[in-house]
């Protein structure tokens, strides 16, 4: 198994422009999350998944969307970039809500907006 | 005030040594308790959940004191191969999910 994947790795945006991260897991996991992580501070929820077409959104959502058309995949799509989205952005899954503790990451997407 | 808070280190210890570390959180309703762990530049990935009665999982052992809402990681027998930051994560509710910013810990040769 591959496990989470995540393209690009390294991205570099102007502000303004829109793109999308993707995600991709081959564990059958229902469950799917975008964080960010930043200097100095936890990881912090964007949006998750429980189930295909089930969306929600985290902590810090604004600026973001997201979609799961399928149960492997969950692009997450940066609207208009700012330099405040200059983070790395891990994506997760676990098996089930229920096991939402125990998460598998991807490797991480590094975005700097400017 | 934060949800999980961990002294950021960093902790520099020699190999072989034991280490501890602890972490707080604020809400009493939490009800799971994780240890991540994150290389320089990787992906967080699961070191060991916390149960209530504590737990041991070879050179590492995990405690909870929910009266004091503190967990504990305990490293014994310190490998370089252990330098890592250490994340604290609490769950409370369905899904939040809150992690600490992490303990950054160097084993020395």
């Known amino acids: 198994n591959a496990g989470v994947t995540q393209t690009p790795k390294f991205q570099v945006l102007k502000t303004g422009q829109s793109m999308t991260l993707q995600c991709a897991q081959d564990?059958?996991?229902?469950?799917m999350s975008w964080y960010r992580q930043d200097p100095g501070m936890g990881l912090r929820l964007i949006h998750y998944s429980v189930g295909a077409g089930i969306t929600d959104q985290g902590e810090v959502p604004n600026g973001y969307n997201v979609s799961r058309s399928t149960t492997e995949d969950f692009p997450l799509r940066l609207l208009s970039a700012a330099p405040s989205q200059t983070s790395v952005y891990f994506c997760a899954s676990s098996y089930s809500r229920a096991g939402v503790g125990e998460q598998y990451f991807g490797p991480g997407t590094r975005l700097t907006v400017t | 005030r934060k949800e999980v808070e961990q002294d950021p280190g960093p902790f520099n210890v020699p190999e072989g040594a034991t280490v501890a570390f602890n972490c707080t959180y604020s809400n009493s309703a939490s009800q799971s308790f994780f240890w991540y762990r994150q290389d320089c530049r990787k992906e967080p990935k699961l070191l060991m959940s916390?149960?209530?009665s504590g737990n041991e999982d070879g050179r590492f052992t995990a405690q909870l004191n929910r009266a004091s809402q503190y967990i504990s990681l305990l490293i014994r027998d310190s490998k370089l191969s252990d330098s890592a930051t250490y994340l604290c994560?609490?769950?409370?509710?369905?899904?939040?999910?809150?992690f600490g910013t992490g303990t950054r810990l160097t084993v020395i040769p």
């Open positions: 564990m059958n996991h229902e469950y």
């Open positions: 994560v609490v769950l409370t509710g369905a899904n939040n999910l809150f």
């Open positions: 916390v149960y209530s």
